[in-house]
């Protein structure tokens, strides 16, 4: 049971590109959604979250759009470099709910080429 | 501050070995998590613990248990190895308050490369 869906699996962006991952849920009580960034040999790390309180968030090059009624989630890397070649992670919380569990997507590979 | 800590780093085991994955955090944080991560399926959360003393069960909890007795360390015992252990494992903290109500972020620690044969 996938409660969080994630695509593309890979994405290949030229440098100075906009690189989008899309995911869906289906849990209509989440209410915590943050993308987490992986480099090789590494432990995620958050990138940025939002609550559904608001349809966007912008930190830097990197935006989370929000679409409650659609149930989906997005994020944008604008002037993708190639530092940002990494996998990203979209996820879904309840925030109080019995530990605040994280339940991931499976993951986008991106690849930002010179 | 070190953040989360896990040892080791990577293992082979033997089918049907037991062992223990270790998981400290410095940075206080009540709430504890440990996760596998298989090639194209993401995260996937093994057991959770909101506090020492207490620990729960999350999505894949087979083959696995936990304890907690402090505020700071997490082991993630394998009894009986099996190939389907075979995983990257990562544990992670973070802090809540019911007060506060905000969503906290969850710290990962480097992860520890387990291999069954």
């Known amino acids: 049971q996938q409660q969080v869906k994630q695509s593309p699996q890979s994405l290949i962006v030229q440098k100075g590109g906009i690189s989008i991952i899309n995911c869906a849920y289906e849990?209509?009580?989440?209410?915590?959604f943050p993308w987490y960034q992986q480099f090789p040999g590494k432990g995620p790390a958050l990138l940025i979250a939002?609550?559904?309180?608001?349809s966007e968030k912008k930190e830097g090059r990197f935006t989370i759009s929000f679409n409650k009624s659609a149930k989906q989630f997005s994020l944008h890397i604008m002037d993708s470099q190639p530092g940002d070649s990494a996998t990203y992670f979209c996820?879904?919380?309840?925030?109080?709910?019995?530990?605040?569990?994280?339940?991931f997507g499976t993951g986008t590979q991106l690849k930002v080429e010179l | 501050n070190a953040g989360v800590t896990q040892t080791p780093k990577f293992r082979i085991l033997k089918i049907g070995q037991s062992m223990t994955l270790q998981c400290t955090q410095d940075?206080?944080?009540?709430?504890m998590y440990w996760y596998r991560q298989d090639p194209g399926m993401g995260l996937k959360l093994i057991y959770y613990?909101?506090?020492?003393?207490?620990?729960d069960k999350g999505e894949v909890p087979n083959g696995y248990n936990v304890s907690r007795s402090t505020t700071e360390d997490f082991p993630l015992r394998l009894e009986l190895a099996a190939p389907s252990q075979t995983s990257v494992y990562f544990c992670?903290?973070?802090?809540?308050?019911?007060?506060?109500?905000?969503?906290?972020?969850?710290?990962f620690g480097p992860g520890t490369r387990l291999t069954v044969t």
């Open positions: 613990s909101v506090g020492a003393g207490i620990t």
């Open positions: 849990n209509t009580a989440f209410d915590y």
């Open positions: 996820a879904a919380s309840i925030v109080g709910g019995g530990g605040n569990k994280l339940t």
């Open positions: 940075m206080n944080h009540n709430y």
């Open positions: 939002i609550r559904p309180d608001v």
């Open positions: 992670a903290s973070s802090y809540y308050t019911l007060s506060s109500g905000r969503a906290y972020e969850q710290y």
